[in-house]
């Protein structure tokens, strides 16, 4: 691969996530930097620093004497990242309801309305991730406190999206997340704090729940 050299960390990151989406790196698989750098023909000093980076973002684990992993999780580890992402961010998002603009409830209407247009047209539920991805950047916009937003991400946001992605497209169905996210946007617009972090909390901890289970089953 040909990597400019300002961004070779982000393309190392983007391309070990990539990798994790295509099946090449699954949970528990090894990840070794003398192994990437020979592949991507780069040094191993950035490759470092993404490995830092997605350890992280909760992607890689460090173990002692052994090295970096594909984060591997059970069933009840899965629900509790779920479970305490669902906290972290309802809270986190309800303590700056007062700063979401006219402008910023427009754009996460907007991205509802594409899930519901997807919905509407029977499209591949796989097209949700980006609009959905997008719908929680919106939210962590104006929450102005580095530690939490990364606890929150940690939490739940890269485990669905990245290691459990094959397992998040069956959660559910395409009208279903069409409505779970209408929902919030609903609560945001109403203004009311204690609505919204109820339905922010509900909406990880449901999740967190059906991907246990689906993941319990898998494993069976």
């Not at 930097?33 to 830092?52: D, F, G, N, Y």
């Not at 052994?66 to 984060?71: C, L, P, R, Y």
């Not at 919204?196 to 289970?213: F, Q, S, V």
């Amino acid at each position: 691969m040909d990597f400019k050299k300002h961004t070779y960390t982000d393309d190392i990151v983007s391309y070990i996530k990539q990798s994790i989406l295509d099946g090449t790196y699954k949970p528990g698989t090894k990840v070794k930097e003398l192994t990437l750098a020979q592949k991507l023909s780069i040094s191993r000093a950035p490759i470092r620093e993404a490995l830092q980076i997605l350890i992280k973002e909760g992607l890689i684990v460090w173990i002692p004497q052994k090295g970096k992993f594909i984060t591997e999780l059970s069933p009840k580890q899965i629900q509790d990242s779920y479970f305490t992402g669902g906290i972290l961010e309802s809270a986190a998002v309800c303590s700056v309801i007062h700063k979401y603009t006219s402008r910023d409830i427009k754009r996460l209407e907007e991205l509802v309305e594409k899930m519901r247009l997807i919905s509407e047209n029977n499209e591949p539920i796989e097209k949700i991730a980006t609009l959905d991805d997008k719908f929680h950047k919106i939210l962590f916009s104006r929450i102005d406190n580095e530690l939490l937003l990364e606890f929150c991400k940690r939490s739940c946001q890269g485990i669905s999206k990245f290691l459990l992605f094959k397992y998040w497209i069956q959660l559910y169905s395409a009208e279903e997340v069409y409505w779970r996210h209408k929902i919030i946007v609903d609560a945001l617009k109403g203004g009311n704090g204690y609505e919204l972090e109820a339905c922010i909390r509900n909406h990880y901890h449901d999740a967190g729940k059906r991907m246990a289970e689906i993941c319990e089953k898998e494993k069976l």
